[in-house]
């Protein structure tokens, strides 16, 4: 009887352990921020059609398409309805070798919340399982969430891509462009997580370029854009942090590339021109006045209330295309010293192709002082006619001068695999 009986205890602490072991495995993944705001993993799918989950018999959200084989990682997002939240997301490799950065599709409604898919065109495919990480940024500024959601995947059977030895020159029309040097690890002219600078989000790629136009050595051609692919089916658009010329060495670094245990990466870069632009490519226009305007409705410049408003300060023709300039705002709404100050908006009619880019050649204020801005140049990208742009300091300006040139892009490609950096290389 007392066997039994110990036998019995024994069996309900089994169960128990059995039963504790498995809500631990299958709890929920959550991830936490200083400010209260929570993020609930769901589900994960794979393919190319992405069904929100159901949540009490609701589907709180839309289906998402990819037009590649992708992941959709499905979170709930919870935080003050107060106050304005936005998250990113990056895939990190188990070795937290590399990153790359994801965007999160929300619910139609844009409330707080709500269901999210986080679309991954982009991971370690390579491998079972990978980490993705978040990062908040708000009122409060921005905090990286000190843990991840675990990423579990099936692995597939991938080729190897055989790479070139640099350094490999390749061409488009009159421009021929030398890669000479590829690495990771480089570090970026800016952090995105300050307490950790050797976090590989704060990590680029260091190519180092030589240019020539019709057998002559230039200065004023640089990449702008970069497109990196792997035989895994992974794709990222890189963006240009840094060109440093020395010589005739152009320097560059971007992000973000993929990861590097790949044998090789294929990586397309558009090569654009800078300056001594062609007399048909260029539009001067002066005396564009700077008016009070709120931030807000110059991001939303043509919804259906300001479209009624908005007329064009100056239009014209230029190497095909039409194109309309608006009179510059300087922002009410931002805190002193703050920037950007105002903003300039510049609509291209018809879309540009991809092989098109405006580029603003010189900016200056009413006294002739050379006006520091950001460009929106991914809106062109994305198919959009509008190029947005950031004045980062107009105090005491009145009007602008500006000059436009709508010129061709050259698209050069390499296969090659990169080094890791040195740490004297950054």
């Known amino acids: 009887m007392k066997s039994k009986i110990v036998l019995g205890v024994i069996l309900v602490v089994l169960l128990a352990a059995a039963a504790f072991a498995a809500f631990w495995l299958w709890r929920p993944q959550v991830v936490t921020f200083d400010d209260g705001s929570k993020l609930t993993l769901i589900s994960v799918q794979s393919g190319t059609h992405h069904t929100p989950p159901v949540i009490n018999g609701v589907k709180h959200a839309r289906p998402i398409t990819t037009t590649t084989n992708s992941l959709v990682v499905w979170l709930h997002e919870q935080y003050d309805s107060d106050e304005w939240r936005y998250f990113q997301f990056y895939a990190y490799d188990k070795a937290n070798t590399a990153c790359v950065g994801a965007e999160g599709v929300p619910n139609s409604n844009g ?11 982009s991971f370690p495919r390579r491998q079972s399982q990978f980490v993705l990480r978040v990062q908040e940024q708000g009122n409060g500024g921005m905090e990286m969430a000190d843990k991840g959601f675990t990423i ?7 080729p190897a891509m055989a790479p070139a030895t640099l350094p490999d020159t390749e061409e488009d029309q009159d421009l021929s462009v030398t890669l000479s040097k590829l690495a990771t690890g480089a570090n970026m002219p800016y952090t995105r997580d300050n307490d950790d600078p050797n976090d ?8 180092t370029f030589q240019v020539t136009r019709n057998g002559q050595a230039v200065t004023n051609w640089q990449p702008v854009a970069v497109e990196t692919t792997d035989a895994t089916g992974n794709r990222v658009d890189g963006q240009i942090a840094n060109n440093t010329w020395q010589g005739n060495d152009d320097a560059v670094i971007y992000q973000f590339g993929l990861w590097s245990d790949e044998p090789a990466w294929k990586m397309r870069f558009e090569f654009s021109q800078q300056s001594n632009f062609a007399p048909e490519e260029l539009w001067n226009v002066p005396g564009i006045p700077i008016e009070p305007g709120k931030m807000n409705d110059f991001w939303n410049f043509f919804n259906r209330r300001s479209s009624q408003t908005n007329a064009p300060f100056a239009e014209s023709d230029l190497n095909g295309y039409h194109l309309k300039i608006y009179a510059a705002r300087q922002f009410t709404d931002m805190p002193p010293n703050s920037q950007p100050q105002g903003g300039l908006v510049i609509q291209v009619t018809p879309k540009l192709p991809n092989n098109m880019r405006l580029t603003i050649a010189r900016l200056t204020d009413d006294q002739t002082n050379d006006i520091s801005f950001w460009e929106n140049t991914q809106n062109f990208m994305r198919g959009s006619t509008l190029d947005q742009c950031q004045l ?16 061709k892009s050259r698209f050069v490609e390499f296969t090659a695999k990169p080094d890791i950096a040195a740490p004297s290389d950054n």
Do not use: E, F, W
């Open 200 to 207: 590989p989000m704060n990590k680029g790629i260091q190519a």
């Open 152 to 158: 579990h995947h099936a692995v597939g059977n991938y």
């Open 392 to 407: 980062r300091q107009i105090d005491g300006a009145t009007n602008l001068n500006l000059t436009i040139a709508l010129h």
């Open 111 to 121: 409330k707080v919340n709500q269901v999210i898919g986080v679309v991954l065109d």
